[in-house]
C-alpha cells in the first residue's frame, strides 16, 4: 500500500465538528435527541459531535453491510439493528462517509417506520460525485473529491481508523 496524505488534519477535523454541533443542539433545542451511529466507521466522529452537544443525548448504534468481500451483493443486510424505541424522538443518522447513498437511503426508510419525530442525517464526509442515490444530508463535514480515504474512523481492511486525522492514499 502506498503512503497516506493528509486531506484533512486533525485541527481543521475538530474544528468543524464542533460547529456542526452548536448548528444540531440549535436546531433541536428541547427535544429528546438520538444519535445513530453506523458501524464502524462513524464512531469517532460521533463521540466527538455528541461531546460538543449541550443537552441529552442518547447513543445507539446500527450495523448495517451491503457487501460480501469487496463486493457489492446490492442487497442490504441489518447485522445489528438500534436497542431502544425512537419513537416521537429527534433521529439523526451518523455516517463517515456517503458515496452512493444506496445503504443510508434504506437505513432511513427503514428507521422513518420506527416513527421518529423526525429523522436528519450528518456524515463527516460526502463525495457527490460517486451518488447514485439523491440523499438529502442534513449536516456534511466536508465535501471531497473521489479519493481512498482513512483515518478518523475510516479503514482499509480494518486498518488506519485510529489515524487523527483524515489522509488518503494514492
Given at each position: 500500500m502506498g503512503?497516506i496524505h493528509?486531506?484533512?488534519?486533525?485541527v481543521k477535523?475538530?474544528?468543524?465538528i464542533?460547529?456542526l454541533a452548536?448548528?444540531i443542539e440549535?436546531?433541536?433545542?428541547?427535544?429528546?435527541m438520538?444519535?445513530?451511529?453506523?458501524?464502524?466507521?462513524?464512531?469517532m466522529?460521533?463521540t466527538?459531535?455528541?461531546k460538543?452537544?449541550?443537552?441529552d443525548?442518547?447513543l445507539?448504534f446500527?450495523?448495517?453491510s451491503s457487501y460480501?468481500?469487496?463486493e457489492s451483493?446490492g442487497?442490504?443486510?441489518?447485522?445489528?439493528?438500534?436497542?431502544?424505541?425512537?419513537?416521537?424522538?429527534?433521529?439523526?443518522?451518523?455516517?463517515?462517509?456517503?458515496?452512493?447513498?444506496?445503504?443510508?437511503?434504506y437505513?432511513?426508510?427503514?428507521?422513518q417506520?420506527?416513527?421518529?419525530?423526525n429523522?436528519?442525517?450528518?456524515?463527516?464526509l460526502?463525495?457527490p460525485?460517486?451518488?447514485?442515490?439523491?440523499?438529502?444530508?442534513d449536516?456534511?463535514?466536508?465535501?471531497i473529491?473521489?479519493?481512498f480515504?482513512v483515518?478518523?474512523?475510516l479503514?482499509?481492511?480494518e486498518?488506519?481508523r485510529?489515524?487523527?486525522?483524515?489522509?488518503?492514499?494514492e
Open positions: 503512503e493528509v486531506l484533512i488534519n486533525q477535523l475538530e474544528r468543524r464542533e460547529e452548536k448548528q440549535k436546531e433541536h433545542q428541547g427535544k429528546e438520538v444519535l445513530i451511529g453506523m458501524l464502524k466507521g462513524s464512531v466522529f460521533m466527538e459531535l455528541a460538543n452537544i449541550k443537552g443525548v442518547i445507539d446500527m450495523d448495517v460480501k468481500g469487496k451483493t442487497k442490504i443486510n441489518i447485522n445489528k439493528d438500534i436497542r431502544d424505541s425512537i419513537t416521537g424522538k429527534d433521529v439523526i443518522i451518523v455516517e463517515d462517509i456517503i458515496d452512493t447513498g444506496r445503504t443510508l437511503t437505513v432511513k426508510e427503514y428507521l417506520g420506527k416513527n421518529p419525530n429523522i436528519k442525517i450528518a456524515t463527516m460526502s463525495k460525485s460517486k451518488r447514485v442515490m439523491e440523499v438529502d444530508v449536516y456534511i463535514g466536508f465535501a473529491e473521489d479519493k480515504v483515518g478518523y474512523g479503514d482499509y481492511d486498518k488506519y485510529n489515524l487523527p486525522y483524515i489522509g488518503y492514499i
